[in-house]
């Protein structure tokens, strides 16, 4: 009896032992859980989508275009808020009626297609210069978003990291849920602005 209470003990130590030496470093460094809260990235995410974060990536390298992030929220860091990356560091980023487009830091144009978006009958046109570290992220459902069209810029040192998975619902779990990929610039100048 005596030799089975310290088998036990002995396997609890080292289960004990794996979540403070594994476990708890992931957490706090490499992954980290989030809920959908709301429904500014409909459709690619509903409210209360179980999502798992990758905190590593950006710090191998940079955002890129299309990413899903969660960062917190420039004007009250204790809000995240989950978005996708349209702008990078250099850019130009112009919206005109809802449709997006890009002047990159070497003066190509590139025209966003967009299938994954709610549209909107915008009816304003929005220019915005991004500096170095800055990021211009907009949420899928337009119309019911608070993003940089609303509150400007998201500085790089807000970015917690990147969306690589959706656990829950189960019907809709996946890797990478929410990538975008975007044509290459398709003029080697920008057009005249509006």
Known sequence: MIDTWKGLLRDLFMLALLIIVV???IRLFIISPFIVDGASMHPTF???DY??????????????RGDVIVF??????AIFYIKRVIGLPGETVSINHGVVSIIDDRG????????????EDATYTKKTVLGPGEYFVMGD???????????????????IGR??????????AGFMPGAAHYAPAVATTSPATP
């Not at 999502?51 to 890129?64: F, I, M, W």
């Not at 917190?72 to 860091?77: A, K």
């Open 141 to 159: 459902n337009r119309p019911n978003s608070s993003d940089s069209r609303v509150w400007g810029i998201l500085p790089y040192k807000d970015i």
């Open 51 to 64: 999502l798992v974060v990758d905190e590593l990536v950006y710090r191998l390298s940079p955002p890129a």
């Open 46 to 48: 509903e409210n209360l």
């Open 23 to 25: 476990v708890i470093p």
């Open 72 to 77: 917190r929220y420039p004007n009250d860091h």
């Open 163 to 172: 969306v690589d998975l959706r656990l829950l619902p189960v019907t809709r």
């Open 108 to 119: 190509q144009f590139l025209a966003l297609t967009e299938p994954y978006i709610v549209n």
